[in-house]
């Protein structure tokens, strides 16, 4: 039986799919609150001019420009698809389950798909350096190995409770050859003024954004870039269901259900957002299912306008959200910890087509779950994507009590090496 299907780097999609035309309905525009200065007037200095076109494109496919499929096949594109035939025969359940590769990530995860490109572009807007902020780390990670990649510099402002204590990741950054802040730093205005009044000030990811923002609109050579949540940032992403797609063909299979983790949603809306396009434009039938977290289940709060950052420095984007200045409790699993899901996956679920699950917080369910695949087919996942393995084993178990042999395929958005220590204290590890 064929255990996996991967592609030759001339089958790499050549373009990235582009929902907004085939929505059911508009998605509703990014909006200026009532008072104070007009966030839509900022962005043009915020973000890369390439990337804001595509927020905002009613084109159904956009080319990835040559030099950018080099920085991709470079990260290792395309990835397999992989059929879990060891983990089916432990749960002994008659569905067929997949996985899609991100843990092969040079980085650790999916968000190098969105950070070359974004740094490719910004190269080619001239700028020298690009500025961000980052929480888990996994970000920032990404974007320092794709400023490197196309020589330009990279700044990264760090939540400094997290900065603290992951040695590694840190070190990873600097490797690149990045320079890396705890926030609140010294060298902003505005973390400075945080920073003077207590040195160890454990930060936010707003303050963090607050920063990476500051410092970008300061210095005309450089721009911030946004890992999650744009709707940018899910086009570049559905490289991953876009090759999934394919990789399904090959293996003469077709998805019933699909299951991803979900923060802001972009490794989610990347894996399923091509099968969409299935079930909209062709009658296909499946069922999406996003795994949270209970300290931040987005998807199960209100559908409204709000900022998508916590200094309200962001346009109100039409979302489910928490609230912008929700507290949230810290997870292992720190990239699913985000207030509001992306307008494009908010309208969908709002729509009715997408489905969510919340799993406990003190996260031993989901790492019990990781600890069966991981002793089955052998790969170690980020504690986010531990929620896609939690959610497919439960579907699968389903299936065993139904006696119903369903396909369902689940997206592995990251690996787990420089997060021992989350499966270390969960698990009891000795
Ligand atoms: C950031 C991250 C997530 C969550 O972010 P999304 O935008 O929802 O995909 C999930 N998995 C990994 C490995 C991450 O780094």
């Known amino acids: 039986m064929r255990r996996q299907v991967n592609l030759r780097v001339e089958e790499m999609p050549r373009r990235w799919y582009n929902i907004l035309p085939d929505l059911p309905e508009p998605l509703p525009p990014p909006r ?12 043009p200095e915020m973000l890369l001019a390439e990337c804001l076109k595509q927020d905002s494109s009613t ?3 956009i080319d990835i420009p040559d030099g950018l499929g080099e920085l991709y096949a470079q990260a290792g594109r395309p990835r397999p698809l992989f059929r879990a035939l060891n983990l089916e025969k432990r749960l002994d359940t008659p569905a067929r389950l997949y996985y899609k590769a991100e843990f092969y990530s040079p980085t650790g995860s999916h968000k190098v798909n969105t950070a070359v490109a974004q740094c490719y572009y910004a190269r080619q807007e001239g700028y020298e350096r690009v500025t961000t902020e980052t929480g888990a780390g996994q970000w920032g990670t990404a974007l320092a190995y794709a400023a490197s990649l196309v020589g330009l510099k990279c700044t990264v402002y760090w939540v400094r ?3 603290d204590w992951k040695h590694d ?4 950054m600097h490797l690149l050859g990045a320079e890396v802040n705890a926030s609140p730093s010294p060298k902003t205005d505005f973390g400075r003024s945080l920073y003077e009044k207590d040195p160890n000030h454990p930060g936010s990811l707003g303050i963090a954004i607050s920063e990476g923002l500051e410092d970008a609109r300061r210095d005309p050579k450089a721009v911030y870039c946004l890992g999650s949540v744009l709707n940018h940032v899910l086009i570049h992403q559905t490289i991953i269901g876009l090759e999934a797609r394919k990789q399904f063909e090959m293996f003469d299979d077709y998805p019933d259900v699909m299951i991803s983790c979900l923060g802001g949603g972009s490794n989610f809306g990347g894996f399923v957002l091509p099968f969409v396009r299935d079930v909209l434009k062709e009658g296909k039938k499946i069922r999406f299912i996003a795994a949270q977290s209970e300290v931040a289940p987005n998807l199960q709060a209100e559908y409204r306008y709000n900022f998508a950052d916590h200094a309200e420095i962001t346009p109100l984007l039409k979302m489910y959200t928490l609230g912008h200045k ?7 699993a720190d990239g699913l910890r985000y207030h509001g899901c992306a307008p494009i996956l908010s309208l969908l679920r709002h729509l009715g087509y997408i489905e969510t699950v919340a799993y406990p917080a003190d996260e031993r369910y989901v790492f019990e779950r990781a600890r069966t695949f991981i002793q ?14 939690a959610c497919a084993i439960d579907e699968a178990l389903k299936c065993r009590e139904a006696g119903e042999s369903k396909t369902i395929a689940f997206n592995i958005s990251g690996h ?14 000795p």
């Open 32 to 43: 200026d609150p009532e008072e104070g200065e007009s966030r839509l007037a900022a962005l």
């Open 59 to 61: 084109q159904n496919w």
């Open 161 to 163: 409770a997290v900065y």
């Open 169 to 172: 990741r840190r070190n990873f």
């Open 326 to 332: 929700a507290e949230m409790k810290p997870i292992r």
């Open 376 to 389: 089955a087919e052998g790969y170690l996942p980020a504690p986010e994507s531990a929620y896609s393995i």
């Open 416 to 429: 787990g090496f420089m997060d021992m220590q989350g499966y270390r204290e969960v698990l009891g590890l």
